[in-house]
């Protein structure tokens, strides 16, 4: 089932200039997407005609089969949440608490159904005990997540990501990775925006690759294996994959190219088994 569809979606800014022209993909109910794509792409500008913020000059985006409009937005709003890259964006209450109850306030739930879902939404993001803090007490790190809570309290069946790991150290990014592929176990869809290319493998099963339109769309090893295909939009495949590609060429690598680490080290094992007598 597609749970948004989006054909043909036409964006200028005030000036004239074109930012999405004739975008047209689908997205599947519980699947992580990553849209990737070089700085000014319109990555983010799609984002935000995903639950109304824009609306485009021509084309349709549709959302659980109707239309993203004026008249659904209260409906569309309830049903897909945004995280802004900039975690202050979304930050603005005196406590972590009212914050993530901003949502729910707004939806008209009871006092005991508001509490329920701050309580869930703090513990999903690990941030429970830090509730009655304010936000500007808090790591970027965990703003980051304290932005997400803000959303996932609403409990949309669409999550929107913009950057959600960037300027993260190595740890807290993996710690998002794991926080959005829990999310989508749970059977929320995840529409990520990213720029970090070795971490798409780990955090998507599908790839839209973005220059104004769809440049190309398929699995995370179909788009960002494809050395030519990456290059022509000023991309660099993964790290891993460009190194085993590079294997390949020289005759000691032929197996399917690896995107993560833990594929890397079966990878890595076949090799040694077939070059060195490695017991394995």
Request: charged residues 25%.
């Amino acid at each position: 089932m597609s749970i948004i569809e989006i054909e043909d979606l036409v964006y200028c800014y005030p000036d004239g200039t074109r930012a999405l022209d004739g975008v047209s993909f689908r997205a599947e109910k519980s699947e992580s997407l990553a849209l990737l794509g070089p700085n000014g792409a319109g990555k983010s500008t799609l984002l935000l005609h995903l639950n109304g913020l824009l609306h485009g000059h021509a084309g349709t985006v549709k959302v659980l089969d109707r239309l993203v409009e004026d008249k659904n937005l209260s409906w569309l709003r309830r049903h897909v949440g945004i995280v802004f890259q900039d975690p202050d964006d979304q930050l603005f209450m005196p406590t972590l608490a009212e914050d993530v109850a901003f949502g729910p306030v707004n939806m008209d739930l009871s006092k005991d159904q508001i509490r329920e879902r701050v309580n869930w939404a703090l513990q999903s993001v690990g941030l429970e005990d830090f509730k009655e803090k304010g936000p500007h007490h808090l790591s970027f790190g965990q703003k980051k997540r304290a932005a997400l809570a803000t959303v996932l309290s609403m409990k949309p069946d669409v999550l929107v990501l913009d950057e959600p790991t960037s300027n993260l150290d190595p740890r807290s990014k993996m710690q998002m990775v794991h926080l959005i592929r829990s999310l989508q176990e749970s059977g929320t869809t995840i529409i990520t925006a990213t720029h970090d290319v070795n971490l798409v493998p780990y955090l998507a099963d599908r790839t839209v690759l973005l220059d104004k339109k769809v440049a190309a769309t398929g699995s995370v090893k179909q788009i960002l294996g494809d050395r030519k295909l990456m290059e022509s939009l000023g991309l660099e495949m993964p790290i891993l994959a460009d190194v085993f590609e590079r294997l390949n060429d020289e005759g000691i690598h032929s197996t399917l190219t690896p995107m993560t680490k833990e594929e890397a080290v079966d990878a890595i094992t076949l090799i040694l088994k077939k070059n060195s007598g490695y017991p394995g």
